[in-house]
């Protein structure tokens, strides 16, 4: 489940970026870059939360 809201969300916030910042530069807006993107950062942020410890550091005294 967590794969499926983690591109769901970056899917929808990316398509949003992508949405307006190709209106704001007067383009064509393509859907399918922004599907492209999110697929990228989805796997990114799998890559990074799987090395990335989950126990906390050990306290130095």
């Keep these: 489940m967590r794969f499926i809201g983690t591109f769901l ?3 929808l916030l990316i ?3 992508n949405y307006v910042v190709s209106a704001v530069q ?3 807006f393509d859907f399918m870059n922004g599907l ?3 697929l990228v950062v ?3 942020i799998f890559v990074i939360s799987s090395i990335i410890p989950d126990s ?3 306290e130095k005294h």
């Design 9 to 11: 969300w970056s899917f």
């Design 15 to 17: 398509s949003l970026l």
């Design 26 to 28: 007067n383009v064509h």
């Design 36 to 38: 492209y993107i999110s």
């Design 42 to 44: 989805s796997v990114l």
């Design 56 to 58: 906390p550091a050990p």
